[in-house]
């Protein structure tokens, strides 16, 4: 064999082993407050697969955002919001009658934007599994790098190694120029991220609210795989 085809047969056999990066499949959240678009992580498969063949069942159609809370998230996905007229019942506590185990993940942080599972709290939950369909969508606040890392010495304190945060430069820049909220970080499965209708998070959060986080005005959604 000459250098030359050597050289090719090299090249095309490295090709070959470099995997393609894997597509994201897009979710669309029609809400009768915007558009929004969401990205969902193959790095968290269980949940990804799990928010996937609800949307496909239309488990989420006609259910509220039940609880927006400005400067931090806007919450949905209790199917007992569908039918929620009396308004002093309080949501959050219907689901599909399972948890998932938690996939957090260091590189998926509470960003602007993220999707991520709500959960009970650690008293009745201390394997941090998370809800079957309720989510968040994180709005949060912008950081500065000196509060990001007191807030991060804080979180870490009582944390043994395995679970301690430590943010890279570009997570920090991302908390510093988009903002979110990192003292979720490590405690809750971040598995998507919003690509379209940032407006319309800010305008759902921002919305007046009742006593219990609930807006005056009702959201629904309406939910479709389009990618």
């Known amino acids: ?63 509220l955002f039940h609880r927006v809370v400005p400067g931090f998230m806007i919450q949905g996905g209790d199917p007992d919001s569908r039918k929620a007229e009396d308004r002093t019942v309080e949501l959050g ?14 590189e998926l942080i509470h960003r602007k934007g993220a999707l991520a599972a709500v959960r009970a709290e650690d008293e009745v939950n201390p394997e941090k599994r998370g809800s079957g369909s309720e989510f968040y969508i994180v709005q949060g606040r912008k950081w500065l790098p000196a509060d990001l890392q007191q807030l991060m010495g804080r979180m870490n304190a009582d944390r043994p190694d395995s679970v301690k945060v430590h943010y890279t430069p570009d997570q920090m820049k ?34 007046p609210s009742d006593a219990m986080g609930r807006p005056l005005t009702d959201v629904r959604m309406w939910m479709r795989v389009i990618k």
Do not use: W
């Open 93 to 106: 506590n219907g689901g599909p009658g399972y948890t998932l185990p938690a996939e957090p993940r260091p």
């Open 1 to 63: 064999m000459g250098l030359a085809t050597f050289l090719i047969a090299l090249v095309c056999t490295a090709s070959a082993q470099i995997k393609a990066p894997e597509k994201r499949t897009l979710v669309e959240i029609n809400t009768t407050a915007g558009r929004m678009v969401i990205e969902l992580y193959n790095e968290t498969p269980a949940y990804r697969d799990n928010f996937l063949k609800l949307v496909r069942e239309h488990y989420y159609d006609s259910t």
């Open 174 to 207: 991302t908390y510093e120029n988009l903002g979110g909220a990192p003292h979720l970080d490590g405690n809750y499965t971040v598995f998507g991220q919003v690509v379209g209708g940032m407006d319309v998070l800010d305008h759902i959060a921002d919305l």
